[in-house]
């Protein structure tokens, strides 16, 4: 047998955990309403499906962007022969156009900075590979996305090396905790080449605020290492406060930053919905970063029929504003539910405003607070349960107990079925609940109730639930004993 190579036999990639074992679980038995009603509900992936009548309804009025239609079949031969891996003029001025209305029309992108990738995977990849060698750092803030230990690591060989944030603040990154890595890093007689940071964040679905954000350019200043701010998710902040991006701050009078140092990563896949159309984007102020990411994007570069599709329907400006405001409705209206709805049944969550999911937080439903104990809960609510939750542990957070669930990867009538199982399953649950320790209660959305309200058994009648569905027995009681 003839040999691999060493990246393509390790594990590299990352796929022996948790967060995607139960997309495994997911897809081995995925729920439906009528062939499998007791299947798992998929609430581990953060999509955007809230959105969709939206975009359909512009497609219908715009049939000349798609070019396999009657409307669009003349622009069919230019737009199917080679396409320059610059990408379509008319793309890149759309998509930087529509980054600054995102922002509020407060800063504003330069299309010629604009780099295609395949997606934001794609982009983080490239970003990684123009600024580190192979045993280079990242310092990564905790809890964070378990995707970049793939997306950073897996090809390139750089590290990620984790910034410890506490429950206590909210998560919030601290200057000292920054220094505390940055030490440990050194120690490790590694390189630091840069600090990544969500914004909002994944999966606290929290936005960083004016001054944690000038705190950190001041911290890459004064280090000399690279700043990379995903900010996939900048038009999913429904509520205030609003997105401040990295691109405001350093714009800012009192800010002081040598601008070669940062670098944005944008995509279509969370703010639009569209992740299967691998649009991703790497901005950078760095011209050395622009030139060698521009080389690279041919390796995965956006189709051109998805370039003119977008590039039609981002220079619609009546339609980016609607969809901007109406789509920032559809998830306030949703997440306020699913938060409501948990808090009827004793579960807390951090307060977010951002984002396509909520962290849960299950502590009180923990044996003992270890990591162990938060994967025998995970391994219930997945197997027991039929839920696709994400524990905190693949996120590396580093206080056991909390969980990323999606609320916008759904219809209406999944989201009912799914927060019902919830309730079967905290009441089933009430006797075995330890308390829950915190070091500030006040900076957590808590609420404890133990009884359901009227609106809520009426939202929530039995004639929606699988017979399957509800556990005969408390698979948590099993598992504490």
């Not at 529509?98 to 995977?121: C, N």
């Not at 009648?461 to 004993?481: E, K, Y």
Request: aromatic share 10%.
């Amino acid at each position: 047998m003839v040999a691999m190579s060493k990246i393509a036999t390790g594990n590299g990639h990352g796929e022996n955990s948790p967060y995607f074992d139960g997309w495994k679980a997911y897809e081995t038995n995925p729920f439906h309403p009528t062939e499998r009603p007791e299947g798992v509900i998929q609430m581990g992936l953060a999509e955007n499906q809230l959105c969709f009548n939206l975009i359909k309804n512009w497609l219908i009025k715009h049939p000349e962007a798609s070019l396999c239609t009657p409307q669009g079949v003349n622009k069919f031969k230019e737009t199917a022969l080679f396409q320059d891996y610059h990408g379509m003029p008319e793309f890149r001025q759309a998509v930087a156009k529509f980054m600054g209305k995102v922002r509020g029309d407060r800063v504003k992108f330069d299309p010629d900075r604009i780099v295609m990738s395949g997606g934001a995977t794609g982009a983080h990849e490239m970003v990684a590979f123009c600024l580190a060698d192979p045993g280079d750092a990242f310092l990564v803030p905790t809890p964070y996305y378990p995707g970049f230990d793939r997306d950073l690591k897996w090809r390139t060989g750089v590290e990620l090396v984790p910034v410890n944030c506490e429950s206590c603040n909210n998560f919030k990154i601290t200057r000292n905790a920054l220094e505390a890595a940055y030490v440990k890093v050194q120690e490790a007689n590694l390189r630091v080449k840069g600090l990544l940071i969500t914004n909002p964040s994944n999966p606290l679905g929290t936005v960083l605020d004016r001054d944690t954000l000038k705190s950190m350019v001041r911290f890459i200043n004064d280090k000399n290492i690279h700043l990379i701010g995903d900010e996939i998710y900048a038009a999913t902040v429904f509520m205030e406060p609003e997105f401040v991006s990295i691109s405001e701050i350093i714009e800012e009078e009192d800010v002081e930053c040598n601008r070669d140092l940062i670098h944005i990563v944008y995509s279509l896949s969370k703010d639009m919905g569209f992740p299967g159309f691998r649009v991703g984007i790497v901005y950078s102020y760095n011209d050395s970063v622009v030139s060698c990411a521009r080389k690279m994007s041919s390796f995965g570069l956006v189709s051109s029929q998805t370039q003119h599709l977008i590039a039609s329907m981002l220079s619609d400006d009546e339609f980016v504003d609607n969809f901007i405001t109406e789509s920032k409705k559809l998830l306030f209206n949703r997440h306020k539910y699913f938060t409501w709805s948990l808090s009827q049944v004793g579960i807390g969550c951090l307060k977010g405003n951002a984002g396509l999911f909520i962290w849960m937080n299950l502590r009180k439903l923990l044996k003992e607070e270890t990591f162990a104990a938060e994967m025998e809960l995970w391994r219930v609510i997945t197997n027991e349960v039929k839920l696709n939750v994400s524990p905190g542990s693949s996120f590396h957070c580093q206080e056991p107990g909390w969980f990323r669930v999606c609320f916008a990867n759904m219809d209406d009538y999944t989201m009912k079925v799914a927060l019902l199982r919830i309730r079967t399953f905290m009441l089933k649950n009430n006797e075995a609940m330890v308390p829950l320790k915190l070091c500030r209660p006040s900076s957590l959305k808590l609420s404890l109730s133990r009884s359901l309200s009227r609106r809520m058994d009426d939202f929530m009648s039995p004639g929606i639930m699988s017979p399957h569905s509800p556990l005969p027995q408390s698979p948590l009681v099993r598992a504490r004993t």
